[in-house]
């Protein structure tokens, strides 16, 4: 079972990115869990958002405390949150950024992988909202779902021109992140 732990703030998007990779995950075949941690936050609160995908039933409720993937919708949140606890040092970090593990405040030898996706999202959605974009991120660097279960995903979320918008973003980061990797 691999355990993602999204964070951002609240209006970014970072729930939603949980849910759209829990379906892509079970249009891929597996089973997936995907639920947010937040209370009475107001927009632009930090906020937690967790997926968990697995060969096999998940028993598991609880938050995810220890996960393989940190995904991190806005950088500024290593100064106010600390994104790295509980971390698997084996497992990979995918930041919303241009800055470096040391400009992050992060030791060397994580696996950090960093891709500046909000210009992306403002020129292809207008608004710098970067879930879907952080997905293609995602999927490009771990090769864990499909871009097929990630539209689905989108599908199941959006509709009509956005839709097809949030697609068109994650095709680009996707195709960023596998250059990079």
């Known amino acids: ?25 079970f249009k891929d075949g597996k089973f997936t869990q995907a639920f947010p941690k937040f209370g ?14 697995s060969d096999s039933f998940i028993r598991r ?6 996960p393989n993937y940190l995904v991190v ?7 106010a949150v600390d994104i790295t606890s ?5 497992g990979m970090i995918i930041v919303n950024t241009n800055k470096s593990a040391k400009e992050l405040g992060l030791p060397d030898g994580l696996n950090l992988k960093t891709l500046d996706v909000s210009g ?15 997905l293609g991120a995602f999927a490009g660097f771990t090769g864990l779902v499909s871009l097929e279960g990630l539209y689905k995903g989108i599908d199941d979320h959006f509709s009509g021109s956005l839709a097809e918008k949030n697609k068109k973003l994650l095709d680009k980061v996707y195709s960023l992140a596998r250059e990079q990797k």
């Open 73 to 79: 919708l806005d950088s500024t949140l290593f100064s």
């Open 1 to 25: 079972m691999i355990e993602v732990r999204f964070h951002g703030r609240g209006g970014q998007g970072a729930v939603t990115a949980a849910m759209i990779l829990s379906v892509a995950g």
């Open 40 to 53: 009475v936050e107001r927009r632009g609160a930090p906020v937690e958002a967790f997926t968990r995908i």
């Open 61 to 66: 409720k609880s938050a995810v405390y220890e």
């Open 120 to 134: 992306l999202a403002m020129e292809m959605l207008g608004r710098d909202i970067v879930n879907t974009a952080m």
């Open 86 to 90: 509980g971390f698997q040092k084996d």
